[in-house]
């Protein structure tokens, strides 16, 4: 405790979930002071958000049987705040390396910048999209969005709610929402439950995780919600909002009313800011994405810069508070902390047991990917006029042009002649579905299509803050 | 017709906005897109189509519920808390003479 560091470092930690808590908490035990940048109000991230002050459920309704770790990271969090420089509700819309780097922050609609010498991104996860006809419709949610109105804002999903996709989060949404009173009409799963055996022995490594989702079916189950397994093709319909969704199913189409749809295959990891921090990646074939390259303990290639949570790679929120402290330990590790031969030792043991942790996770995860398969390939056949781009409203058959008139090959190519990625939300929502039509047409992997280069600003700011910025420099 | 129903956290301070011309109320902590959405069925237009958009992520990732106030100041529905007096446009009535919403 209290070590003396021979040059103060200026330590910079992004995100303020299970990863970036307990990074700081590392830090803040070993007598450093982090500065913690968060973009929402308050620390939890997605998995543990807290409601705005003055909302009255407790932790149990609010997070369930995760109601303990959410507690406990809130009150980490809670004893953390005199020893760290919290920025909430900032956003990070540039990073730019060198010694020191700079961030370049959004707050209350105002620029500001924020050197640094180390970081640790802890950016976290969004759902992982795939579009499919009237997934722009009012009434039609990601998974994540579905679950956010309800612990953030005690809202559901209006009407009869069909709930679609892949992933351990489908029967969660849908078990809290039936809790919380919405009406659930189905539960259509892409996955067969077939899958889900033939990934037994992994998932059995983490048998609580797992015996957790075959409670929510029973309980759906009980519930005489219909639960539909190896649904494909899902396609939305309605004038205005959505009113009925229809799939196949073995051949067969069927067709159900409804009000609303939440829909999501697994996360995805937010890496935009890795790669403005100059971090090497990776194709991914598990996560089907390209990743900044992390080490054991969350070293990127990029000196100083350190990686943790499921923003470098989805593995849950637990391995995330894991690999927050690890990532931690080894930014300690490189400043040369601790000094004391004794507790140096301590700390390497602990290092080595947490990356062994973490690699045993992984083989959880490899469990999952078998029983929750990402329906990819759902891009590569989709008709020509849907919409791949929300932001820009580019449809599949333009892309397809692309390729067949400008012999277009590589994604960054692509973006520059369809816009596809180019829009606001920065191919966060169609990148996924791009490359895969790219890399079908095209007749490659989709690690050889290329990778989606994202720009600062990493989301939109006013253009007020771009000029204060621009001045600055 | 509304996109989001209340099923808790009921006893809040109510908070007074227009949407479109029209008063409404929220509660405080309230986000824009839960004041405007518990009571209508879109937040904007797409520039291209003009087709309505209601949010999708609703974690500040997707840029799909941008609104406008009445002064043409854009607001992130999902991560803006609803104020008192804000006067925002849905898209559901035209914004000016011309518009064709």
């Keep these: 405790m209290n070590a003396i560091v021979p040059t103060s470092p200026n330590i910079v930690i992004i995100g303020a979930g299970p990863a970036g808590v307990r990074a700081a908490q590392t830090l803040v035990e070993a007598g450093l002071h982090p500065i913690v940048i968060d973009e929402n109000r308050r620390a939890g991230g997605q998995i543990y958000r807290q409601p705005p002050p003055g909302f009255v459920r407790s932790k149990k309704e609010l997070y369930g049987f995760e109601a303990a770790k959410a507690e406990a990271l809130h009150s980490s969090f809670d004893q953390l705040r005199p020893a760290i420089d919290y920025r909430p509700d900032t956003l990070v819309w540039n990073c730019m390396p060198g010694h020191p780097g700079q961030l370049d922050l959004l707050h209350a609609q105002r620029h500001a910048e924020q050197p640094y010498s180390h970081l640790i991104l802890c950016t976290g996860a969004l759902d992982r999209i795939m579009p499919f006809p009237g997934w722009t419709l009012p009434g039609v949610y990601t998974l994540g969005a579905a679950q956010v109105a309800l612990k953030a804002q005690g809202c559901v999903l209006d009407g009869r709610v069909v709930i679609a996709g892949s992933g351990p989060l489908l029967y969660l949404l849908a078990y809290q929402y039936v809790k919380a009173g919405a009406d659930v009409v189905a539960v259509l799963d892409t996955a067969r439950f077939g899958g889900k055996l033939r990934a037994l022995p992994a998932l059995l490594r983490q048998s609580v995780t797992f015996a957790k989702g075959l409670y929510f079916m029973g309980w759906l189950r009980a519930k005489g919600i219909p639960l539909i397994d190896g649904v494909e093709q899902i396609a939305a319909d309605g004038k205005h909002t959505i009113q009925s969704l229809r799939w196949t199913r073995g051949g067969k189409t069927t067709e159900i009313a409804c009000d609303a749809l939440a829909t999501g295959f697994g996360l995805r990891s937010e890496t935009q800011l890795a790669e403005l921090a100059g971090c090497r990646f990776v194709f991914n074939e598990l996560n089907q994405q390209w990743l900044p390259q992390r080490d054991d303990a969350g070293r990127s290639s990029v000196p100083g810069v350190y990686l943790a949570g499921d923003g470098s790679g989805i593995a849950g929120a637990d391995a995330a508070e894991l690999s927050g402290r690890a990532a931690a330990l080894a930014l300690l590790q490189d400043l040369g902390l601790p000094a004391n031969a004794a507790a140096k030792a301590a700390a390497e043991q602990e290092s080595r047991r947490l990356a062994q942790t973490l690699r045993s996770n992984l083989q959880f995860r490899q469990g999952l990917e078998t029983a929750f398969p990402t329906a990819v390939h759902w891009a590569r056949d989709c008709a020509d006029d849907l919409v791949i781009c929300r932001c820009e409203e580019i449809p599949a058959g333009e892309l397809r042009r692309s390729v067949q008139q400008e012999g277009t090959v590589e994604i960054n190519r692509l973006k520059a002649m369809t816009r596809v990625g180019m829009g606001r939300c920065q191919g966060r929502m169609c990148g996924a579905a791009a490359a895969e039509i790219l890399a079908h047409a095209t007749g490659v992997s989709v690690a050889e299509a290329g990778r989606l280069r994202v720009q600062a600003p990493v989301k939109p700011i006013p253009v007020s803050a771009a000029l204060a910025a621009e001045e600055q420099t | ?101």
């Design chain 2, 1 to 101: 017709m509304s996109l989001l129903r209340r099923v808790a956290e009921q006893e809040r301070k109510s908070v007074s906005f227009w949407l479109d011309g029209k008063p409404l109320s929220a509660r405080a902590g309230d986000s824009v897109l839960t004041a405007v959405l518990t009571q209508a069925d879109q937040l904007r237009r797409t520039e291209f189509s003009g087709t309505p958009r209601a949010g999708f992520c609703l974690i500040g990732c997707c840029q799909d519920c941008w609104m406008r106030s009445e002064d043409g100041v854009a607001v992130r529905a999902c991560t803006t808390e609803i104020a008192e007096g804000m006067r925002l446009l849905s898209g559901m009535v035209p914004a000016v003479a011309g518009d064709t919403a």
